[in-house]
Every structure is written in C-alpha cells, then in structure tokens.
C-alpha cells in the first residue's frame, strides 16, 4: 500500500531559534513562497517556543506574531500556515485568537512530555473554531512509551487529530523511536507524528524509523535549519521518503530550490553538529537552550559541554533557561 | 436566553416521546431528586415532567441538584422559572441530608466527558463512588422513598469483542490498571454498592445502562463522534472522522432517553438492569455521511487515522428488548430525525458560530 505522509515544515519557527528569534518579516515571505512553490503542506511559521513566547525570558523576537503571521499568510496559497502553541506561553484571548483571525489552518498545541493536560482548553478551542489542531509532546526522552500513550491519548480525547511527539533535545537513537512510536501507533486512533533533532546526526534515519513503526507525520527544516544541531533535513527526508516508495506531495526539485533560497537568505550559517550538540543531545538538553548555553559560558568563561553535563543531571525543560546561569554559578563555586 | 421557538421545539419532542403521559399517574403528587440535575439529563428529564404536568394536569415536583445552578439559569431560564422545580446546588460527594417529601430518586451525577476522567480521574473516582455512597445513604434517612434509578454506563461492559448487540447479561474484560478506564471502573463499583444497599437497606434501586444519546442540550464540543460531525458541519465543514471509520455505535434522542428513565422510575424492577440506549446502529463513515448530506452535500469528510486497518472493531449499540418489552417504551425518533432536529436546534440556539 502506498503510504502518504504528511509533511510540517517548521523551518520559520523551529529556525528561529538558530538565529535568536531574529527572522525578519522580508525573510519570512521569501521562504515561504519557495515551501508554497515547492507544495509543502504545512508551514509552521512564529518565535522558536511559539505563538507569544517572545520574552526577556527565552528571547525576544525581532517581529511580532501578528507581523510574522500576516507576512506568512499573504506568501502561502497552498500550503496551510501553522503555529506551535504552548499554553502558559499563548493565551486563547490574548494570541490564538488573534492568530486564528490573521488565517492560522494549523494549530499544534505542545506541553512537556507529562503535562499534557494543560492543552485541553486550547485543543478544544480551535476545533471549536473548526481549525486543524495536534497535539505535541515535548521532551519525549524524558518519558517511557507508556507514559507517552497516556499523556498522548489525554490529548487525543481533548480534540487532537494527530499526536507528535518531539526528540526535542536530539536524544534519540532509532531504537527508541521504534519502541515509541509503535506504542503510541498501536494505543491511539488518530494519526501519529515524529520531530527530530539532529545532535547525535540520527533526524533522518530516526525519521524514517518513524514512518517505517507506522508514524504518518514528519517534521522537517531546510537545510535542517533549526535549534541547536538543527532537525531532519527536509530536502533530504523528500529525497529518501520518495525512493522508499512514499508520497509527500511536494516536489522535489521545488524543495530542493526552497532549500537553496533559505541557505542563502535565512541562514547566518548552514547547521552543524558542533562538539557541544552532542554533548547537549548525550545530556538529553532542550535544543532550544544551545544558544543561551554559548552565550552564558562564554561570558562566565565555563566549559559549556559541563553546562550541558549539569543541565542535563537536573532534567531541565524547555522554558527554565533561567537555571543556565544558576548551573554556571554553581560550576564556578566548584571550580574554587 | 431560550426563545419561544426554542421552547416549543422541546415541548414538540416530548409531546413526540410521551405518548401516554397518563402512564406517570402514580408520580402526581410526588417529589423527584434528580443529581446531576442540571446536565443533559437532568434538563430533558425537567423538560419531560414539565409537559407531563402540563398536559396531563399532575402535579410532579422536581428537586435538580448540581453543581452550577446559575450555568443552569443562565442555560434553561425557561425550566428555572418553573414553579414546580427546586434547585440544589451541591456537589454529590456532599449529599448528607435530603428533602423529606423525596419520594423518587434519579442518581445522573456525574460526568461522562472522557476529558474530565483522564485529566482528573481521583475526582471522577470519588464522584462516582463517594458520590453515590452519599445518595444512597442519604437514601435510607429517607421516610417515604419509593424507587432509585441509578444512572450507570455502557462501559460497565468493558471490552465487548464481537459482542453486538450488547445484552445486559454480557460481562466484558476491563484493565483495571489503565488511566483510561477510571470511569468504567467507578462505574462498575457504583452499581456493586447499589447492589450492596438494595441488600442491605432494602433500597428499592433499579439501575440503567445508558449507551450514547443526541439532541438538544448534547453540547456539540463534548467529545464523541456525533457531536462534532454536527459542529464541524454547520461550521461548514471538513467533517474529521478521527480513528476507525467502521466503529459502530448508536444514538437514542434526548426526549425518548427522558421518557424512558421516567418509566424504569415508575414501573422498573428492583434489582434489575436495563439498557437504556437506541437499537438503529451506525457506521462512523456512514453518520458523517448522513449529517453531511443533512447540512450540505458538499462538505468534505476526512479521515485520520494511526493505523491502515483494525484488528478490533468497536461496536457499542445495546440490545434493547428487555427494556422495550418489560417498560413498554419504543424510540419514537429515528436516526435522520434525531440528527435532524439536533442541527435545527443548534443552528436556533446559536450554539455553533461559524466565524
């Protein structure tokens, strides 16, 4: 049976967080006219922790929702535009319906692995609102299979149309992916998804444990662009997808294009596996904090891949970048 | 705020349901506790005993106790008004002392949104156990107390297999150690201890196994396949069947779901169960297709699901016979009716704002 898979590209958000939340509304309409091009069906587009996270606390993005929204909207005719939500980050009143106003067809409503509960209010409201809503779980290593089929069918109950869980710290090896995936597959009814991150170089062939253990969502960035070691290359998942005999509806020489246009107007520099992502995703460390964890160690003169090693001991999540200095005051106590 | 059209539209459905309302002669006179007085059963059982009482001339009071009394105000000003109806606002768990001119008892506390038992299952858990220990203790201090219905729940029969339809003498297998089952477990455990206080107290209690049910006062963003096949349709659409589209379930309507509870009150047996559901079963694919061509044959239907076939196919319709023989009662409206009139009232209540 031929096997269609349903692509979310998250290169204008998840990369946001590879350039501080610095995208530019100009860089925002050029590569989503390439992924509209190219027929990438869902571009998730906002600040790297989603829909009103901008904050002193994980970064301040250099446009507003609205402005990144409406820009996206006006340069996606195909494609559906989509937002990662976090309830405590987003309010219904105050941003998603906002968002929902400016034309958002996809709502992805995320929590920490265990907190699932916490999206019922915003799961429900946008299929009120008669808009595509998923679930995500975050920090999915975190979490055992049937921990995650809990929380996962928690989410499916509040309204979800697909659950995807997240290897937000690029601590996955295929083996656990296969282990999750068909737990979840085999517990829930609607559709399951996988978001990788590429810190021990395993987002492509996670990825394609994924859809091989019966997931039918794949998330995945130009040139991998995105937090820390960057995600499943897109162009590159495309590629293989289709010599495995799997349908995306993208076309690949117009992802191919897309890709090249975002390395050349997007990226400050192409994604790499630096020494200390694979510290971070070896810590089991939330991709987003990679560029606060340079910033701090370098300011206070630490060894970055010890922040990694202590954060990872505290099982830090997304959302607590607040104990990065703590950790390196901490090292420093001990360095005397 | 209920408008005149909207209250006609419920009277009509009980006129529709009630064919005998002189079969509630024994009730004149009586005083009915309802808990979980102001959710979907409690309004359809209020609007039930309201026309009864119109039409028939009887006097029939209704104690409704709940949690949110000004919700139910807000929701139902129009039975709120009502001369003969009282509003208690407690929470079960709480019941220690009842009115003593109490002489039926409907126990509907209780909320059967999955959500509420996966995000709150020790609440779920005490409501339904703690919650019916309070009733029916309660029930005892009561002088003049004739009969108890106790509202439990088709899940009671846990995995069904090949079951269809489901008789009340089928037991089925559930996993106790499962989050997913907290309600099926409460459920089971109240009906026991009903079992437990008819022996013990001689509680004259009759149980009733509701499966799934449509029609006015069904909120369209609870979350079963029906209710949001109609929301997703008046809002124009996709129409998301999510999971097996072969799942097979069935729908009785809310004024033939009141009539029916009201006649296991006067004339169930003590000790007995019944199902208490509709017998027209139907295909999730097929119901989606049904709304649709009711609203707008071109809406689009989707289907989203993890797996590209089942090995189990989920069939939850009851067998009806027992309660259709031994309370006389038949489901007056059929399937294209009942979805029928749920999206006519809807559309008249504005429940659903396409936007």
């Not at chain 2, 124009?236 to 009539?259: A, K």
């Not at chain 2, 023989?325 to 029928?340: C, F, P």
Request: glycine share 8%; hydrophobic share 40%; charged share 20%.
């Amino acid at each position: 049976m031929i096997k269609q898979i349903l692509i979310s590209d998250p290169t204008l958000r998840d990369g946001n967080h590879a350039v501080a939340h610095q995208l530019s509304a100009k860089q925002i309409a050029i590569y989503a006219e390439a992924a509209d091009k190219a027929g990438v069906p869902i571009v998730e587009v906002g600040h790297g922790n989603g829909l009103g996270a901008s904050s002193m606390q994980v970064g301040l993005s250099l446009e507003d929702d609205v402005t990144m929204l409406e820009t996206a909207r006006k340069h996606l005719s195909k494609s559906k535009l989509g937002i990662h939500v976090i309830p405590g980050f987003a309010t219904i009143k105050r941003d998603l319906i906002k968002a929902l106003d400016i034309g958002v067809d996809v709502v992805r409503v995320a929590s920490h692995c265990t907190e699932a509960d916490i999206t019922q209010r915003h799961l429900g409201f946008v299929r009120e609102r008669g808009k595509e809503a998923y679930g995500v779980l975050m920090m999915t290593h975190m979490a055992s299979a049937s921990t995650l089929v809990e929380e996962a069918q928690k989410m499916e109950l509040y309204g979800a149309e697909g659950i995807i869980i997240m290897d937000s710290a690029g601590a996955y090896l295929p083996s656990d992916v296969e282990e999750k995936i068909t737990a979840l597959v085999n517990n829930l009814k609607v559709p399951v998804g996988f978001h990788a991150h590429n810190n021990l170089g395993m987002a492509i062939a996670n990825s394609i444990t994924a859809v091989e253990s019966g997931a039918k969502i794949l998330d995945g960035t130009a040139r991998g662009f995105g937090a820390g070691a960057g995600n499943a290359q897109l162009e590159v998942l495309v590629a293989v997808l289709e010599k495995m005999g799997y349908i995306t509806g993208i076309d690949f020489y117009g992802m191919l294009d897309a890709s090249d246009i975002a390395e050349r107007e997007i990226m400050p520099q192409i994604p790499v596996i630096k020494s200390e992502s694979i510290v971070s995703g070896l810590s089991g460390v939330f991709s987003g904090f990679a560029k606060h964890v340079t910033r701090i160690s370098k300011e206070y003169d630490v060894d970055q891949r010890d922040v990694y090693r202590e954060l990872g001991k505290r099982k830090v999540v997304g959302g607590q970048e607040d104990i990065i200095i703590e950790v390196v005051m901490d090292l420093i106590r001990n360095r005397k | 705020m209920m408008t005149e059209a909207l209250k006609n539209f419920t009277f009509e459905d009980c006129k529709r349901s009630c064919m005998h309302p002189d079969s509630f002669s024994s009730l004149n006179d009586q005083s009915i506790l309802v808990t979980g007085g102001t959710g979907f059963m409690g309004k359809w059982i209020a609007e039930m005993v309201s026309y009864v009482n119109e039409t028939a001339n009887f006097n029939i009071k209704l104690y409704l106790l709940g949690r949110d009394i000004a919700k139910f105000k807000v929701e139902v000003s129009h039975l709120a008004q009502k001369s003969f109806i009282t509003l208690i606002e407690q929470d079960v768990r709480n019941v220690r002392d009842l009115p003593t001119d109490i002489n039926y008892i409907i126990h509907a506390a209780g909320s059967p949104d999955h959500r509420d038992h996966v995000s709150q299952p020790l609440r779920t858990i005490e409501t339904f156990y703690k919650g019916t220990q309070s009733v029916l203790d309660a029930a005892t201090r009561l002088p003049d107390l004739k009969r108890i219905v106790h509202i439990s729940s088709h899940q009671i029969y846990g995995t069904n297999g090949l079951e269809s339809p489901i008789g009340e003498n089928f037991i089925g297998k559930l996993e106790p150690n499962s989050l997913s089952n907290t309600y099926a477990e409460s459920k089971r455990i109240s009906e026991t201890l009903c079992s437990a206080y008819r022996n013990q107290f001689k509680l004259p209690i009759v149980v009733l196994r509701p499966f799934a049910f449509i029609g006015p006062y069904q909120d369209l963003e609870k979350p079963w396949a029906i209710n949001n096949f109609i929301r997703d349709g008046i809002l124009g659409g996709p129409i998301r069947i999510l999971g097996n589209g072969s799942t097979v379930r069935s729908y009785l309507y809310g004024s033939d779901m009141s009539y029916w509870i009201l006649k296991a009150l006067v004339n169930g047996g003590v000790g007995e169960n019944y199902n208490l559901g509709s017998s027209e079963a139907i295909s999730l694919v097929d119901l989606a297709k049904k709304i649709s061509s009711q609203i707008n044959n071109s809406i689009e239907i989707v289907s989203k699901s993890s797996k590209e076939s089942y090995t189990y196919l989920s069939r939850l319709v009851p067998d009806t016979s027992k309660i259709v023989k031994s309370l006389e009662v038949n489901e007056t409206s059929a399937l294209d009716d009942s979805i029928s009139r749920t999206i006519i009232w809807n559309q008249l209540n504005k429940k659903v704002i396409k936007k």
